[in-house]
């Protein structure tokens, strides 16, 4: 494949990131938390004509037993404001991802455009290590696409430093990577699905158990150890699958600590480091059609990239869809989208940023952009674009409402090969006789060393 140079897409410019707010001038000021800003970084304020309000605090409720399931009945009673089509997308088109456009025009996707609710939150010990991170986070001095350090307990860079794009990128790329999600839950089970010439196919069923030290309400930034996220999948579909598991750490600073995963295959008995479930290596449960750093919009370490704020605008996202945890996941894979009559799509405010190739890299994707939510900092949406500069993958992340946790998190995600019409979709849903029922309870630490993963491997 042919490499080329990309710069910004038609219309963007690096002018448009120097409007973005807040600027430099006020960067290293912890209290516009508690002021302009909400505690992870947003603006407190709506937008000029109401449709994305102000945030309020989010939405919260008292905490669970642990053994309750979170999935939880949210805004059932709304109707769309408008439905987005082929026939009047035009007069969308500035509140559209280029992937979305895409979708909407080769497959005929529609959008149901419901009420904004901003519903992100988090845990006060959280947004108290988000004002210590304004202060204490610092990129990579070798470069931000490597990692940062000085953060800990929250997104590592809350208020984003605008005054230089490259910087910005980074910071945000990192905030995505480590994003609030909750400091340790089980998913019973997550089913991993294709859908190939129309039909949905189980790739991968697994029972999921994460645990972020990051997190740790209890720990420090001397104890975490230098990795956000760990987590411990248990293959329980198909038949061929059962028993084997994978072991994943993810690293803050992958020059200091690179990310790892251990394997466990069936009848081998080991537990092997597994050195190619990273960048473009094809993920072994999308049947092709994705690489394992397409999940999550981007999975796993970013240092391929140098990542480019672009701005700071208004888009049509999915956001609060809490309903797909009610339906079985069959019933809403239709040939080449999720059914637009569950998902639920509200304007908010994302940064989209550029991620160009770093000299000397190779990717399949030479050039990605993904759209962040400002509330949450996850990649709600993305696209890749191949050597000849044609966008051949869109990406899309489903967020849930956990008021109990309290968070808006990621629920599941997709990944849309263009040429084909074919995609991946996996998160925390029900399949068959299986629930997808995520629980928030405490583990055992040890459940998430490759040594303790040895010493229960069968034959």
Not at 122 to 130: F, G, H, M, R, S
Not at 151 to 157: K, Q, R, T, V
Request: hydrophobic share 35%; proline share 7%.
């Amino acid at each position: 494949m042919k490499r080329r140079d990309f710069g910004l897409l038609a219309g963007t410019s690096l002018a448009a990131a120097a409007v973005v707010r807040p600027t430099q001038a006020q960067a290293a000021d912890p209290s516009l938390l508690d002021t302009t800003l909400m505690p992870l970084g947003g603006e407190r304020a709506g937008n000029a004509d109401g449709s994305i309000p102000a945030w309020t605090g989010g939405l919260t409720a008292p905490p669970l037993p642990s053994t309750t399931a979170t999935a939880t009945h949210i805004f059932e009673d709304e109707q769309p404001l408008y439905e987005v089509n082929a026939s009047n997308m035009a007069q969308y088109a500035n509140l559209l991802s280029e992937g979305t456009k895409a979708q909407i025009t080769k497959f005929g996707l529609t959008l149901k455009v419901y009420p904004s609710h901003r519903t992100a939150a988090a845990p006060q010990y959280v947004y108290d290590n988000a004002k210590k991170n304004v202060v204490n986070a610092k990129l990579d001095p070798a470069g931000g696409r490597l990692g940062f350090t000085g953060a800990y307990g929250a997104i590592p860079f809350p208020i984003i430093d605008t005054s230089d794009a490259l910087t910005a990128g980074s910071q945000l790329i990192w905030n995505h990577l480590s994003a609030w999600v909750g400091f340790s839950e089980v998913t019973m089970f997550a089913p991993g699905m294709v859908v190939i010439s129309g039909q949905p196919i189980l790739v991968a069923g697994t029972l999921s158990r994460s645990f972020y030290p990051y997190y740790d309400p209890n720990g420090s930034l001397a104890t975490f150890g230098g990795y956000y996220s760990t987590a411990h999948y248990y293959d329980k579909a198909p038949g061929s699958e059962v028993g084997q598991e994978t072991l994943v750490w993810h690293s803050t600073n992958v020059s200091l600590h690179p990310d790892i995963v251990w394997s466990l295959l069936n009848g081998q008995g080991r537990v092997r480091k597994d050195p190619n479930q990273a960048f473009d290596a094809t993920n072994p449960e999308s049947n092709g059609i994705s690489s394992v750093d397409e999940a999550s919009t981007f999975y796993g370490n970013p240092s391929q990239y140098d990542w480019t704020l672009v701005e700071k605008k208004e888009l049509l996202v999915p956001y609060n869809c809490n309903k797909l945890l009610f339906v079985n996941i069959e019933d809403f894979l239709k040939p080449h989208f999720a059914d637009p009559e569950l998902v639920r799509w509200e304007k908010h405010r994302v940064w989209v940023v550029d991620a160009n190739l770093h000299p000397g890299e190779r990717n399949v994707n030479v050039k990605r952009r993904l759209y962040f939510d400002e509330d949450t900092y996850y990649g709600l949406l993305g696209e890749g674009y191949d050597g000849n500069g044609e966008l051949w993958k869109a990406y899309t992340m489903y967020l849930e409402v956990v008021p109990s946790l309290p968070g808006t998190i990621e629920m599941c995600t997709a990944t849309f090969q263009m040429q084909t019409g074919n995609y991946v979709f996996n998160g925390n849903n029900n399949y068959k006789k299986f629930s997808g029922a995520q629980y928030i309870l405490p583990q055992d630490p040890n459940l998430f060393l490759p040594q303790e993963m040895a010493a229960n491997a069968a034959f």
